[in-house]
Nanobody, 126 residues
Framework: QVQLVESGGGLVQAGDSLRLSCAASGLTFSNYALGWFRQAPGKEREFVCGVARSSAITACAESVKGRFTISRDNAKNTVYLQMNSLKPEDTAVYYC???????????????????WGQGTQVTVSS
């Protein structure tokens, strides 16, 4: 049974940093591209950042580029999202997901991801 468990969310002030973690089990971690998505109240879930099977290939949404960084540690079956210079508009539930489509690249579409975590709340106050 595949499980993805996010942690590291919380309440911070604008300009602060947070690092989210997502621990995976029940899958051969190195065989999966991984992504972070977020969903703010009243909005659709959106792509934040992704990392391919090769940790050298990453991509992030324009709204977070230069502030957020995704990385993976295959030895720990964990993917991270380092979030710096947080803004109130970054407030959302953050989800990690595993891409089971077999792609070698980062996918931005939710439908490519077959496994999802339960999410962790990030709230940025002004």
């Amino acid at each position: 049974q595949v499980q993805l468990v996010e942690s590291g969310g919380g309440l911070v002030q604008a300009g602060d940093s947070l690092r989210l973690s997502c621990a995976a089990s029940g899958l051969t971690f190195s065989n999966y591209a991984l992504g972070w998505f977020r969903q703010a109240p009243g909005k659709e879930r959106e792509f934040v950042c992704g990392v391919a099977r090769s940790s050298a290939i990453t991509a992030c949404a324009e709204s977070v580029k230069g502030r957020f960084t995704i990385s993976r540690d295959n030895a720990k079956n964990t993917v991270y999202l380092q979030m710096n210079s947080l803004k109130p508009e970054d407030t959302a539930v953050y989800y990690c997901a595993a891409d089971d489509s077999g792609s070698l690249f980062v996918q931005r579409e939710m439908r490519r991801y077959g496994y999802w975590g339960q999410g962790t709340q990030v709230t940025v106050s002004s």
